[in-house]
T-cell receptor, first 114, second 108 residues
Framework: EPEVTQTPSHQVTQMGQEVILRCVPI?????FYWYRQILGQKVEFLVS????????KSEIFDDQFSVERPDGSNFTLKIRSTKLEDSAMYFC????????????FGSGTRLTVV | KNEVEQSPQNLTAQEGEFITINCSYS?????LHWLQQHPGGGIVSLFM???GKKKHGRLIATINIQEKHSSLHITASHPRDSAVYIC??????????FGTGTRLQVFP
Protein backbone atom coordinates (compact mmCIF):
# COMPACT_ATOMS: atom_id res chain seq x y z
CA GLU A 1 0.00 0.00 0.00
CA PRO A 2 1.36 3.49 -0.86
CA GLU A 3 2.88 5.37 2.08
CA VAL A 4 3.74 8.89 3.07
CA THR A 5 7.37 8.89 4.18
CA GLN A 6 8.78 11.35 6.69
CA THR A 7 12.40 11.93 7.58
CA PRO A 8 14.00 12.12 10.03
CA SER A 9 11.93 10.20 12.55
CA HIS A 10 13.51 12.16 15.39
CA GLN A 11 15.47 15.39 15.33
CA VAL A 12 17.09 17.22 18.21
CA THR A 13 18.10 20.82 17.60
CA GLN A 14 19.41 23.77 19.53
CA MET A 15 17.07 26.69 20.13
CA GLY A 16 17.49 29.28 17.40
CA GLN A 17 18.63 26.78 14.78
CA GLU A 18 16.84 26.17 11.50
CA VAL A 19 15.30 22.77 10.86
CA ILE A 20 13.83 21.22 7.74
CA LEU A 21 11.39 18.37 8.07
CA ARG A 22 10.97 16.29 4.97
CA CYS A 23 8.03 14.39 3.56
CA VAL A 24 7.50 12.32 0.45
CA PRO A 25 3.74 12.23 -0.21
CA ILE A 26 1.99 9.55 -2.24
CA UNK A 27 2.95 10.11 -5.86
CA UNK A 28 -0.47 10.81 -7.39
CA UNK A 29 -1.73 12.93 -4.51
CA UNK A 30 -2.31 16.63 -5.11
CA UNK A 31 -3.05 18.05 -1.65
CA PHE A 32 -0.46 18.21 1.09
CA TYR A 33 -0.63 19.11 4.77
CA TRP A 34 1.45 19.61 7.86
CA TYR A 35 0.02 19.03 11.32
CA ARG A 36 1.70 19.07 14.70
CA GLN A 37 1.01 17.46 18.06
CA ILE A 38 2.59 18.84 21.20
CA LEU A 39 3.09 16.07 23.76
CA GLY A 40 -0.15 15.30 25.54
CA GLN A 41 -2.22 17.61 23.35
CA LYS A 42 -4.43 17.17 20.31
CA VAL A 43 -3.23 17.30 16.74
CA GLU A 44 -3.33 20.82 15.27
CA PHE A 45 -3.46 21.97 11.66
CA LEU A 46 -0.51 24.02 10.43
CA VAL A 47 -0.81 24.43 6.68
CA SER A 48 -2.30 23.02 3.50
CA UNK A 49 -0.64 23.19 0.10
CA UNK A 50 -2.03 22.72 -3.38
CA UNK A 51 -0.84 23.62 -6.86
CA UNK A 52 2.49 24.86 -5.52
CA UNK A 53 1.04 27.36 -3.11
CA UNK A 54 -0.35 27.57 0.39
CA UNK A 55 -4.13 27.17 0.32
CA UNK A 56 -4.73 27.65 4.05
CA LYS A 57 -2.64 28.22 7.15
CA SER A 58 -3.34 28.41 10.86
CA GLU A 59 -2.37 31.11 13.36
CA ILE A 60 0.47 28.84 14.47
CA PHE A 61 2.03 29.04 10.99
CA ASP A 62 3.75 32.38 11.42
CA ASP A 63 6.72 33.89 9.60
CA GLN A 64 9.06 31.38 11.22
CA PHE A 65 7.46 28.59 9.20
CA SER A 66 7.60 27.93 5.49
CA VAL A 67 6.72 25.07 3.18
CA GLU A 68 8.07 24.10 -0.17
CA ARG A 69 7.69 21.45 -2.80
CA PRO A 70 11.15 21.76 -4.30
CA ASP A 71 10.74 18.94 -6.80
CA GLY A 72 8.05 16.53 -7.90
CA SER A 73 8.31 14.32 -4.86
CA ASN A 74 9.38 16.14 -1.68
CA PHE A 75 7.29 18.41 0.54
CA THR A 76 9.24 20.21 3.25
CA LEU A 77 8.45 22.21 6.38
CA LYS A 78 11.12 24.68 7.46
CA ILE A 79 11.27 26.33 10.87
CA ARG A 80 13.70 29.23 10.62
CA SER A 81 14.64 29.84 14.23
CA THR A 82 13.35 27.13 16.51
CA LYS A 83 11.90 27.84 19.94
CA LEU A 84 11.44 25.47 22.85
CA GLU A 85 7.69 25.51 22.23
CA ASP A 86 8.21 24.14 18.71
CA SER A 87 9.02 20.77 20.29
CA ALA A 88 6.30 18.47 18.99
CA MET A 89 5.53 15.58 16.67
CA TYR A 90 5.06 16.90 13.13
CA PHE A 91 2.90 14.92 10.75
CA CYS A 92 2.77 15.23 7.01
CA UNK A 93 -0.37 14.09 5.19
CA UNK A 94 -1.46 13.91 1.60
CA UNK A 95 -4.74 13.42 -0.23
CA UNK A 96 -5.56 12.71 -3.85
CA UNK A 97 -8.36 15.27 -3.91
CA UNK A 98 -11.08 16.81 -1.75
CA UNK A 99 -13.70 14.67 -3.43
CA UNK A 100 -12.73 11.62 -1.38
CA UNK A 101 -11.17 13.05 1.79
CA UNK A 102 -8.82 10.08 1.68
CA UNK A 103 -5.96 11.31 3.84
CA UNK A 104 -2.78 9.32 4.31
CA PHE A 105 -0.51 10.33 7.18
CA GLY A 106 3.19 9.87 7.57
CA SER A 107 4.59 8.31 10.72
CA GLY A 108 5.76 11.69 12.00
CA THR A 109 8.96 13.50 12.93
CA ARG A 110 9.53 14.08 16.62
CA LEU A 111 11.26 17.45 16.96
CA THR A 112 12.97 18.22 20.24
CA VAL A 113 14.31 21.75 20.74
CA VAL A 114 16.84 22.08 23.56
CA LYS B 1 -14.80 25.38 23.71
CA ASN B 2 -13.40 22.60 21.54
CA GLU B 3 -15.19 22.14 18.25
CA VAL B 4 -14.73 18.38 18.52
CA GLU B 5 -15.24 16.62 21.85
CA GLN B 6 -14.60 12.98 22.58
CA SER B 7 -15.61 10.75 25.44
CA PRO B 8 -14.34 9.02 27.36
CA GLN B 9 -10.78 10.37 27.50
CA ASN B 10 -9.49 7.05 28.78
CA LEU B 11 -11.00 3.62 28.51
CA THR B 12 -9.86 0.26 29.80
CA ALA B 13 -11.46 -3.00 28.80
CA GLN B 14 -11.03 -6.72 29.12
CA GLU B 15 -10.33 -8.69 26.00
CA GLY B 16 -13.56 -9.59 24.26
CA GLU B 17 -15.57 -6.62 25.50
CA PHE B 18 -17.65 -4.40 23.22
CA ILE B 19 -16.27 -0.86 23.18
CA THR B 20 -17.90 2.43 22.27
CA ILE B 21 -16.11 5.75 21.82
CA ASN B 22 -18.17 8.87 21.29
CA CYS B 23 -17.55 12.07 19.35
CA SER B 24 -19.65 15.24 19.38
CA TYR B 25 -19.01 18.29 17.26
CA SER B 26 -20.37 21.81 17.35
CA UNK B 27 -19.70 22.94 13.77
CA UNK B 28 -21.19 22.15 10.39
CA UNK B 29 -19.18 19.40 8.77
CA UNK B 30 -18.69 17.90 5.35
CA UNK B 31 -17.04 14.73 6.65
CA LEU B 32 -16.01 13.05 9.90
CA HIS B 33 -13.00 10.80 10.31
CA TRP B 34 -11.99 8.17 12.82
CA LEU B 35 -8.24 7.74 13.14
CA GLN B 36 -6.02 5.45 15.16
CA GLN B 37 -2.77 6.63 16.69
CA HIS B 38 -0.32 3.93 17.67
CA PRO B 39 1.96 4.15 20.72
CA GLY B 40 4.85 5.11 18.42
CA GLY B 41 2.85 8.10 17.22
CA GLY B 42 1.84 7.15 13.68
CA ILE B 43 -1.72 8.00 12.57
CA VAL B 44 -3.83 5.64 10.48
CA SER B 45 -7.15 6.52 8.93
CA LEU B 46 -9.91 4.07 9.90
CA PHE B 47 -13.11 5.58 8.51
CA MET B 48 -14.46 8.61 6.71
CA UNK B 49 -18.18 9.23 7.17
CA UNK B 50 -20.60 11.78 5.86
CA UNK B 51 -23.74 9.85 6.75
CA GLY B 52 -24.98 6.50 8.04
CA LYS B 53 -22.73 3.67 9.08
CA LYS B 54 -19.57 1.92 7.94
CA LYS B 55 -18.07 -1.40 9.00
CA HIS B 56 -14.60 -2.77 8.58
CA GLY B 57 -13.83 -6.03 10.29
CA ARG B 58 -14.55 -5.61 14.02
CA LEU B 59 -14.86 -1.83 13.72
CA ILE B 60 -18.13 -0.02 13.15
CA ALA B 61 -18.57 3.74 12.81
CA THR B 62 -21.87 5.58 12.84
CA ILE B 63 -22.83 9.19 12.45
CA ASN B 64 -25.99 11.14 13.25
CA ILE B 65 -25.80 14.42 11.36
CA GLN B 66 -28.87 15.93 13.05
CA GLU B 67 -27.48 15.26 16.53
CA LYS B 68 -23.87 16.11 15.50
CA HIS B 69 -22.65 12.88 17.00
CA SER B 70 -20.61 9.90 15.91
CA SER B 71 -19.64 6.66 17.58
CA LEU B 72 -16.86 4.18 16.98
CA HIS B 73 -17.56 0.65 18.13
CA ILE B 74 -15.10 -2.20 18.50
CA THR B 75 -16.55 -5.67 18.81
CA ALA B 76 -14.66 -8.52 20.49
CA SER B 77 -11.84 -6.20 21.58
CA HIS B 78 -8.29 -7.47 21.61
CA PRO B 79 -5.09 -6.17 23.24
CA ARG B 80 -3.78 -5.19 19.81
CA ASP B 81 -6.67 -2.66 19.64
CA SER B 82 -4.91 -0.67 22.37
CA ALA B 83 -4.23 2.77 20.88
CA VAL B 84 -5.51 6.33 20.88
CA TYR B 85 -8.63 6.76 18.78
CA ILE B 86 -9.17 10.21 17.36
CA CYS B 87 -12.22 11.84 15.85
CA UNK B 88 -11.57 14.62 13.32
CA UNK B 89 -13.84 16.67 11.06
CA UNK B 90 -13.72 18.65 7.86
CA UNK B 91 -15.80 21.80 7.96
CA UNK B 92 -15.90 23.87 4.78
CA UNK B 93 -12.23 23.32 3.89
CA UNK B 94 -9.98 20.29 3.52
CA UNK B 95 -8.13 20.88 6.80
CA UNK B 96 -8.94 18.50 9.65
CA UNK B 97 -10.03 19.67 13.10
CA PHE B 98 -9.06 17.06 15.65
CA GLY B 99 -10.59 15.92 18.89
CA THR B 100 -8.41 15.23 21.90
CA GLY B 101 -8.51 11.47 21.44
CA THR B 102 -9.58 8.49 23.53
CA ARG B 103 -6.84 6.31 24.96
CA LEU B 104 -7.97 2.67 24.89
CA GLN B 105 -6.22 -0.12 26.74
CA VAL B 106 -7.46 -3.66 26.31
CA PHE B 107 -6.14 -6.19 28.80
CA PRO B 108 -5.95 -9.95 28.20
Amino acid sequence: EPEVTQTPSHQVTQMGQEVILRCVPISNHLYFYWYRQILGQKVEFLVSFYNNEISEKSEIFDDQFSVERPDGSNFTLKIRSTKLEDSAMYFCASMSGPWDYGYTFGSGTRLTVV
Amino acid sequence: KNEVEQSPQNLTAQEGEFITINCSYSVGISALHWLQQHPGGGIVSLFMLSSGKKKHGRLIATINIQEKHSSLHITASHPRDSAVYICAVNTNTDKLIFGTGTRLQVFP
